[in-house]
Nanobody, 123 residues
Framework: QAHPEESGGGLVQPGESLRLSCSVS????????MGWFRQPPGKEREFVAA????????FYADSVKGRFTISRDNAKNTMYLQMNSLKPEGTAVYYC????????????????WGRGTQVTVSS
């Protein structure tokens, strides 16, 4: 079973935008619920956003609602997180996860996780 792989992290200034990508190899990507978590320095991992298999259902943490957009392209086996108006508290390692259950992804109990990509928001 393929683990997700994140990319797109980097250093940005407050107020700027960044798009993260998460890819999963294989032919069953469209059967996975996908999600994003983040872990700020010295803090626990926290939920960011989740998206259903066909993209018709999304769910966001209150802290990112209206600024972040989760999406997916099943033809490319890739999920995205568009992050706008980034704040310094958005500095974290961002992880993507996959599972068959929407509740498992939102609850952080998804079986498969990526290794993370660092996002730093600083002037």
């Amino acid at each position: 079973q393929a683990h997700p792989e994140e990319s797109g992290g980097g250093l940005v200034q407050p107020g700027e935008s960044l798009r993260l990508s998460c890819s999963v190899s294989g032919r069953t990507f469209s059967s996975y619920v996908m999600g994003w978590f983040r872990q700020p320095p010295g803090k626990e991992r926290e939920f960011v956003a989740a998206i259903s298999q066909n993209g018709g259902r999304t769910f966001y943490a209150d802290s990112v609602k209206g600024r972040f957009t989760i999406s997916r392209d099943n033809a490319k086996n890739t999920m995205y997180l568009q992050m706008n108006s980034l704040k310094p508290e958005g500095t974290a390692v961002y992880y993507c996860s996959r599972d068959g259950s929407f509740e498992a992804v939102v609850g952080g109990t998804a079986f498969y996780w990526g290794r993370g990509t660092q996002v730093t928001v600083s002037s």
